[in-house]
């Protein structure tokens, strides 16, 4: 398996295995990764022959969820408002502000709804 690719594609007839390819971070998904795992999807989309994914990790390990450190990397850069749009989206404004303080205070929010 090349070592240069972040997720890796093998086609085993109608069939796309998708492979995670980082085990040094038990294959955590970091916004390369989830880049190129987009593209993997969108070849099991777009691809007539192919008709079943299967996605797996290197390693022995499937995926330990975000990377946590370019999580952390990018909130030191950006404000925590911008990371997280959607949620922005849904929630109304005394939630936001609430689920801010919440989050800068390192507790559970009090959320009131829509």
């Known amino acids: 398996m090349p070592t240069n690719r972040l997720v890796v594609t093998d086609r085993l007839g109608p069939i796309l295995v998708v ?9 955590a998904i970091d916004s390369a990764t989830a880049a190129q795992m987009n593209d993997a999807m969108d070849l099991l989309e777009k691809e007539t022959g192919l ?26 850069r950006k404000p925590w408002r911008e990371q997280n749009s959607i949620a922005m989206r849904m929630l109304g404004r005394e939630d936001r502000e609430e689920g801010l303080r919440a989050f800068a205070e390192r507790r559970r929010p009090a959320w009131k709804g829509r």
């Open 51 to 76: 008709f079943l994914g299967v996605i797996t990790g290197a390693g022995g390990t499937f995926c330990s969820g975000s990377d946590l450190k370019e999580l952390a990397r990018a909130e030191r």
């Open 19 to 27: 492979t995670l390819n980082r085990p040094e971070s038990r294959n």
